[in-house]
């Protein structure tokens, strides 16, 4: 549950769109609907060197899930700087959705946890990241559907990768993307925005989730960077059709704050 990062000018600025504290994304996971998210954030300068940054990201669709992320990442010097990293993860969730061949609506409840390392190289206007490490996912449904993941807990590797680029003073790029051995569950997004004012970013959003049971591709507009008493702020929103031609609209909120 992060955003895409900011430009660095000398200094962190922080993803556009979702690593930020606020509520996270709920996305909808299909027959077992995926629900390895994350988000990207808004940039946020910053005039010191922070070296703990907790974004936060919630997202509702009008086809019945909602899901809230937080994430922590830690860095043993400064944020503004390139160099190691260290990223806690949680998720917590609920969907429903029609069972393959059953004709039962089912009830999906899902939380999930993961401890990441990894590296960030730190540019004058750009960010690039990598993290690798363990996830946990358990997953409880209403009923016991082969079109469905099993009720249980699953251990597997996760792995991240993101970046946030700004090609002039008033536009910029951000790309998340997530994979986790645990059901093949993937998230990816993918940002582009222009500054009508200094920091703030709006534009086309696109996004796509899944996992071995379900996919679900995103279209919309998002609006990143806006500041509130030290933490930034993100929210989006558009249309959503999944792989069983079902369609309808998604809504997101972001946060982010540094220490």
Same mark, same amino acid.
């Given at each position: 549950?992060?955003?895409?990062?900011?430009?660095?000018?000398?200094?962190?600025?922080?993803?556009?769109?979702?690593? #930020?504290?606020?509520?996270?994304?709920?996305?909808?996971?299909?027959?077992?609907?995926?629900?390895?998210?994350?988000?990207?954030?808004? =940039?946020?300068?910053?005039?010191?060197?922070?070296?703990?940054?907790?974004?936060?990201?919630?997202?509702?669709? #009008?086809? /019945?899930?909602?899901?809230?992320?937080?994430?922590?990442?830690?860095? =043993?010097?400064? $944020?503004?700087?390139?160099?190691?990293?260290?990223?806690?993860?949680? $998720?917590?969730?609920?969907?429903?959705?029609?069972?393959?061949?059953?004709?039962?609506?089912?009830?999906?409840?899902?939380?999930?946890?993961?401890?990441?390392?990894?590296?960030?190289?730190?540019?004058?206007? #750009?960010?690039?990241?990598?993290?690798?490490? $363990?996830?946990?996912?358990?997953?409880?449904?209403?009923?016991?559907?082969?079109?469905?993941?099993?009720?249980?807990?699953?251990?597997?590797?996760? /792995?991240?990768?993101?970046?946030?680029?700004?090609?002039?003073?008033?536009?910029?790029? %951000?790309?998340?993307?997530?994979? #986790?051995?645990?059901?093949?569950?993937?998230?990816?997004?993918?940002?582009?925005?222009? %500054?009508?004012?200094?920091?703030?970013?709006?534009?086309?959003?696109?996004?796509?989730? /899944?996992?071995?049971?379900?996919?679900?591709?995103?279209?919309?507009?998002?609006?990143?960077?806006?500041?509130?008493?030290?933490?930034?702020?993100?929210?989006? /929103?558009?249309?959503?059709?999944?792989?069983?031609?079902?369609?309808?609209?998604?809504?997101?909120?972001?946060?982010?704050?540094?220490?």
């Amino acid at each position: 549950m992060l955003f895409a990062r900011a430009p660095h000018s000398p200094t962190h600025r922080r993803r556009s769109g979702g690593i #930020s504290i606020a509520l996270m994304s709920l996305m909808q996971c299909g027959s077992a609907e995926a629900a390895d998210w994350y988000t990207g954030t808004t =940039p946020a300068k910053p005039n010191e060197s922070w070296i703990v940054a907790v974004d936060t990201s919630a997202s509702t669709t #009008s086809t /019945g899930s909602s899901f809230a992320a937080i994430s922590a990442t830690f860095a =043993p010097g400064s $944020l503004d700087k390139s160099g190691a990293r260290v990223r806690a993860t949680g $998720l917590i969730g609920t969907y429903t959705f029609d069972s393959a061949g059953s004709g039962l609506r089912t009830r999906g409840d899902q939380v999930e946890g993961a401890l990441l390392a990894g590296y960030e190289l730190v540019g004058g206007q #750009s960010s690039y990241s990598f993290y690798g490490g $363990l996830d946990v996912r358990d997953s409880r449904f209403s009923n016991a559907d082969p079109g469905h993941a099993p009720n249980g807990t699953q251990f597997g590797f996760k /792995g991240v990768a993101e970046f946030y680029v700004a090609p002039s003073e008033r536009t910029m790029l %951000a790309g998340y993307g997530s994979y #986790s051995t645990n059901y093949d569950a993937y998230y990816t997004r993918l940002r582009w925005g222009v %500054a009508p004012a200094a920091g703030v970013y709006v534009g086309p959003e696109f996004s796509a989730l /899944g996992d071995d049971f379900y996919r679900q591709w995103r279209i919309g507009v998002h609006l990143t960077g806006m500041k509130f008493s030290g933490v930034q702020f993100g929210v989006s /929103g558009g249309y959503l059709v999944d792989k069983v031609g079902r369609s309808g609209g998604y809504g997101t909120l972001d946060a982010r704050v540094v220490y």
